[in-house]
């Protein structure tokens, strides 16, 4: 029989201990795994090919037309409003949510702030205004600005005008109808919805950036990538690594340059041929000496 040298010691102690530490790990790893399904609940992390990306220009006409659509059985529409005015900008759905007339200008856009959701385990969900974007967490620089285009301004417009005829009084630009601002939840919901009504496979506002970055910024623009990296608020190497694609139907433009530049390559060559040839005709052939007489010649040159 063995005797506690110890009396004071209890020895299921240890195991309570452990038990309790085991608990509150237990406890951890699940509110982890709740944040962690809150944030991938919005979000399609799986691999996808560049199509799966971005959508071409025409696909954005018809989602503007499809929204603006929709847009005619609402009397204020925040919402649409902001899908149409993420499609031209690139604005994290974070960022829209927080955006305030006052963000408005003389050097454009000011977009210096987003919305932060977070939400415990039987808890209601907080929503927070940061006073940084994303990419500004650990140093902020004040944010970036965006130019405001004649879309842009006519959007604005808009929703100005939409806000005063029915009496809204909000600091937000796309103020819902009490004047607070948006979750982004809800926009991030009928935007998927959305676009699974029209057929798309993709569903986030995050295909609007990388549309804008490709389709507009690179194609149409060639932008470098330090000014698009600028104006979408990321670095250069998440700029050229993540929103740097291109739709398999644009390779007619491609194979369009390739045969303008192997033309003017075969023009160039005919020219450069034409030129040899004509340099060759101009040629004068002197007569050729045996290599005696010019042996003989040289003697006679060294004797006299």
């Not at 285009?149 to 029915?166: C, F, G, R, V």
């Not at 450069?272 to 060759?280: D, P, R």
Request: proline fraction near 3%; include cysteine; charged fraction near 30%.
């Amino acid at each position: 029989m063995k005797v506690n040298k110890n009396p004071g010691h209890n020895p299921g102690t240890r195991h309570k201990k452990s038990d309790r530490r085991g608990s509150n790990e237990s406890t951890i790893y699940k509110e982890r795994k709740h944040k962690a399904s809150n944030y991938n609940q919005n979000c399609d992390i799986s691999a996808k090919s560049s199509d799966e990306k971005i959508f071409t220009d025409e696909e954005i006409d018809m989602i503007i037309a499809r929204v603006r659509t929709e847009m005619k059985d609402k009397d204020y529409d925040f919402i649409g409003y902001a899908i149409l005015f993420s499609i031209e900008t690139g604005v994290r759905v974070g960022e829209i949510a927080v955006l305030k007339w006052e963000d408005i200008t003389v050097k454009g856009i000011h977009i210096h702030k987003q919305q932060r959701k977070t939400k415990e385990p039987g808890k209601k969900a907080v929503l927070e205004e940061l006073p940084y974007t994303k990419n500004e967490r650990r140093h902020p620089k004040g944010g970036r600005y965006f130019p405001i285009t004649d879309k842009i301004a006519s959007i604005l417009n808009e929703i100005k005008s939409k806000q005063e005829e029915y009496g809204i009084n909000s600091e937000y630009i796309f103020g819902q109808e009490d004047g607070t601002w948006f979750d982004k939840d809800i926009y991030a919901q009928r935007l998927r919805r959305l676009c699974e009504r029209m057929g798309y496979d993709i569903t986030n506002n995050h295909a609007f950036r990388m549309s804008l970055n490709s389709n507009v910024f690179i194609d149409k623009l060639n932008l470098p990538v330090t000014k698009r990296a600028a104006l979408l608020g990321h670095s250069v190497a998440t700029n050229e690594r993540y929103y740097s694609h291109m739709k398999s139907q644009s390779t007619e433009d491609v194979k369009e340059l390739l045969n303008n530049l192997n033309s003017r390559n075969i023009e160039s060559n005919n020219t450069t041929e034409k030129t040899h040839s004509n340099s060759l005709n101009n040629i004068v052939v002197f007569p050729k000496r045996k290599s005696s007489e010019i042996l003989e010649k040289s003697r006679n040159l060294g004797t006299s």
